[in-house]
């Protein structure tokens, strides 16, 4: 006791009131509590005249004061008994972290010993709110301390904390007894005795550093947490003695390096270290070493990354800096600078690799047709043996796209090339037709499966191995790769379907894939072997295999049809070796069953055919076209079955024949795609005429049996046709080979032809004709331009006109009455003068014959005039009217 404490509860009234303070009385029972209802003295200051009516009589009681704003902002610090024993240690932490001075005063100010041997240290709040009662350190309780009641709590709940605090406050809504409380007011019995200052000595503390006193008092709390996973992620044991990253870092790293920049040391007691901000501001912040055999970071602020009040292991505390709390890539990282031992790797198992093979017969042999079981061919055979299944780590999608990229650009993905619109493969169809596939998500998918082994690499979390999972790409990665505007494939520019004639004039005989004309060699019918070089005799056999058997018998009208049609059956062998579109070639017949289906089988047995039905219109048959080019693999594409003297008049069709590539969207796509146009147009129809364009972008193929019943005709060269084709294509195909190598091998001579267009193809087909003797090659003019209902109608008309009329010009209406039986009709009716004025207009300038029509416009009367020129010298140009 002080010789300033107070000897009755009165006067210590009195002292505490004019100290700012409020009082309450205290029952003098052990029990601590207030001797009257005090809820309104949290809010209200209590009354000297209240003092005097509790404290004035000889009635025991005990005097407390309430802390908080009703007392003006005064806060009690408690250390229990046991805790006195930190008292050191603790003002070492506070004058370590700048606290020591507010330290010191509130240790000097006023302080009151308890009945337990603890001390209450007072302390006044600045510029603050002073906060309720708070536990700032506590303990689990020894068992010989366990009270009778905790011992009984202990055998009815076992997992039970018996708790004692060690460092508490009273705070805004908490009481506390002072001195000069004693007898039966405590447990005890003992008395409350000041030991130093009283209550005009409570220092006056800023309430930010009250807050980092309360701060440091926590760090010597001593109750155990449970360690969370995300801060302290456990480590299982590794077989074989192998050890994980974040072990290792754990028993190698300082914490030091580990929070720099976030906290610095400001002093080491025993095995604690206590933690300030790196800055130098404020007081302790953390603690670490606080449990020697788990050396844990402890927060005690919410202003760092780290949550307060949760262990932290080193390895957590390097995952929240430098990954965000992701301990894989921290783990990785670790690996990367030396931590941990070396992991094992279970590789992936071995998938065996299907061969792929390309069959290389250079040639083609006119006596014998491979035998499948052969082990090769003359001068062995040209396989070309694919590479193991190559092995793809896709554990990064990047990654993984970058090696599907780079098997590409090595050749290492068979079958796979592109085209406009992007990557595709060839396969045969139902019917043993080649077809062009363009790749989706699902194809590309289904193609790496297949050709690619692709595996992720997971770490066991267990064992900590590495081990190489099969895993398929994901159609997201194949959508990205099939996303890109190029790829490094060989690109695809066609489909063939027998040996051809390259650009340098060397025979493509190969199967498969050729890189020198990206064509891809997918024959129809067997390969016979080619001697290395074309003899005479092999030539003869050749031209009487093709013009003494398989055309002989047909009912041609003119030797021109011949010539025409074998024009279009070696045209498939030379379309690589020449630029430019060719005609479409017209199969038609006066009567059913005169031979068209027949000629038409010759290319299907031979090369293979795209059989399409003659559209209903313009729209549908764009659709068709492009349909054919970009799906199918057949060099041939056969419009069959039209109408019985249907009239050819087609824009659609004319672009078409007029174009070397054809550009169009594709059915259910929206990007527009090209093709090169490099197939044979055939149509086929009975009594067919051309109208428009489209008659001088065709060349006519005419049979004419002349006879009833034409399909009752026999006694053929080589009898019926289709059952000697099954037999016999690849020997056709031979000879037509022959054909083309004999002329190529003879220097490819031309004959000059003016075809439009075609000039190329048809001066180049006229000398290969030529070499071969077979006459009659575009020599069907004038009957071709009877074939033309729109030129032949016209011709008549401009005939008639200048005959009746000479050089007089005309008016539309004039033509009209003067030549009613020769006008051009709009199906059975005349047309308008409006009408024929429009026709004539368009069609001014342009020969029908040796006539064409020129517009006079009359200035005087304001209206267009029609007279008729005539070419009097075609061959020369010169012109006279």
Request: with cysteine.
């Amino acid at each position: 006791m002080t010789d300033s404490q107070p000897t009755d509860l009165r006067a210590a009234a009195r002292e505490l009131y004019d100290a700012g303070l409020c009082v309450l009385p205290i029952k003098a029972d052990g029990s601590k509590k207030p001797a009257v209802s005090w809820l309104q003295y949290k809010v209200k200051r209590s009354t000297p005249a209240e003092h005097d009516a509790w404290f004035g009589s000889d009635r025991p009681r005990g005097i407390a004061v309430v802390y908080g704003d009703v007392s003006g902002a005064v806060e009690m610090i408690e250390f229990e008994g046991r805790a006195m024993g930190l008292l050191s240690e603790v003002t070492e932490v506070m004058e370590a972290s700048g606290l020591g001075e507010p330290w010191h005063a509130i240790l000097t100010g006023w302080v009151t010993e308890s009945p337990s041997g603890g001390r209450h240290y007072r302390v006044r709040i600045d510029g603050g709110d002073v906060p309720g009662n708070q536990r700032l350190a506590c303990r689990l309780a020894e068992e010989h301390e366990y009270t009778d009641e905790e011992r009984q709590r202990l055998r009815e709940k076992p997992n039970s904390r018996i708790v004692r605090v060690e460092i508490e406050t009273r705070g805004e809504g908490g009481y506390g007894l002072v001195e000069p409380s004693g007898g039966d007011v405590h447990a005890t019995g003992r008395p409350y005795v000041r030991v130093a200052g009283g209550p005009a000595a409570i220092p006056t503390v800023d309430a930010d550093v009250m807050e980092a006193i309360r701060t440091a008092l926590r760090m010597f709390d001593t109750m155990p947490v449970p360690e969370a996973p995300k801060t302290a992620p456990r480590h299982e044991p590794l077989p074989d003695g192998g050890l994980r990253p974040g072990e290792d870092y754990e028993a190698r790293a300082d914490w030091a390096d580990i929070l720099r920049g976030v906290f610095r040391p400001l002093i080491t007691r025993g095995h604690t270290t206590y933690w300030g901000w790196a800055d130098g501001v404020g007081g302790v912040k953390a603690t670490t070493g606080r449990d020697p055999e788990k050396d844990r970071l402890w927060v005690f602020t919410t202003g760092s990354e780290f949550q307060p009040d949760i262990p932290y292991s080193k390895f957590g505390a390097y995952a929240l800096l430098e990954h965000n709390s992701n301990f894989k890539a921290a783990a990785t990282a670790l690996r990367r600078q030396g931590y941990g031992s070396e992991p094992t790797r279970r590789r992936l198992a071995p998938v065996p690799a299907p061969q792929h093979f390309a069959d290389g017969s250079s040639a083609l042999d006119p006596d014998h047709v491979p035998d499948p079981a052969q082990d090769g061919f003359e001068g062995g055979p040209q396989l070309r043996a694919v590479s193991a299944r190559p092995e793809l780590d896709i554990t990064n999608e990047a990654d993984g796209i970058d090696g599907v990229l780079a098997l590409m650009a090595e050749g290492r993905l068979p079958d796979l090339y592109k085209r406009s619109g992007g990557p595709c493969w060839v396969f045969r169809d139902d019917n043993d037709d080649p077809v062009v596939q363009q790749l989706g998500t699902d194809n590309l998918r289904a193609y790496l499966a297949d050709h690619v082994s692709s595996y992720i690499v997971k770490r066991n979390a267990v064992t900590e191995e590495l081990e190489e999972q099969r895993e398929l790409f994901m159609p997201k990665s194949c959508s990205t790769i099939l996303g890109r505007k190029d790829w490094p494939l060989p690109i695809l520019r066609g489909v063939v379907t027998s040996p051809v004639i390259r650009r340098d004039g060397t025979l493509l005989d190969s199967l498969g894939y050729d890189r020198a004309t990206g064509l891809y060699l997918e024959p129809r019918v067997p390969l016979r072997r080619l001697a290395p070089q074309v003899t005479r005799e092999s030539l003869e056999r050749a031209k009487a295999i093709v013009l003494d058997q398989v055309l002989k018998d047909f009912p041609w009208v003119a030797a021109s049809d011949r010539a025409h049609f074998l024009g279009a059956l070696l045209t498939p062998i030379l379309r690589p070796y020449f630029h430019g579109p060719t005609p479409m070639f017209v199969l038609t017949a006066t009567a059913a069953g005169t031979g068209k289906s027949l000629l038409k089988d010759i290319f299907r047995y031979c090369y293979g055919i795209a059989d399409t039905a003659w559209p209903e219109n313009d729209t549908e048959l764009r659709k068709s076209i492009t349909t054919q080019l970009y799906g199918t693999g057949q060099p041939v594409v056969v419009l069959d079955n039209l109408p019985n003297g249907y009239v050819i008049k087609s824009p659609v069709l004319s672009a078409l024949l007029t174009s070397e590539v054809w550009g169009d969207r594709v059915l259910g796509a929206t990007s527009k795609v090209s093709m090169p146009n490099d197939r044979v147009w055939i149509v086929t129809g009975n009594s067919l005429r051309t109208g428009g364009d489209n008659g001088r972008r065709v060349l006519w193929v005419r049979l004419d049996a002349d006879c009833p019943d034409p399909d009752q005709r026999d006694n053929f060269t080589i009898g019926d046709l289709r059952p000697w084709l099954r037999s016999n294509a690849s020997t056709l195909v031979a000879a037509l080979v022959t054909l083309v190598r004999a002329w190529v091998a003879a220097g490819a001579p031309t004959i000059r032809v003016r075809k439009g267009d075609y000039s190329e193809w048809a001066s180049m087909m006229a000398g290969l004709l030529g070499f071969l003797g077979v006459d009659g090659w575009m020599a069907d003019r004038d009957e071709a331009r009877d074939q033309d209902d729109e030129l032949q109608e016209w011709s008549l008309f401009l005939e008639m006109w200048r005959e009746t009329y000479g050089e007089e010009p005309l008016t539309t209406g004039a033509l009209i009455k003067g030549l009613p039986n020769h006008v051009p009709r709009k199906g059975d009716e005349l047309p308008s003068a409006n009408q024929l004025g429009i026709w004539l207009k368009g069609r001014r300038g342009r020969y029908f014959g040796t006539h064409k029509v020129v517009m006079v416009v009359d200035s005087h009367r304001k209206q267009n005039l029609w007279r008729v020129e005539q070419h009097t010298d075609r061959g020369t140009g010169g012109h006279e009217s």
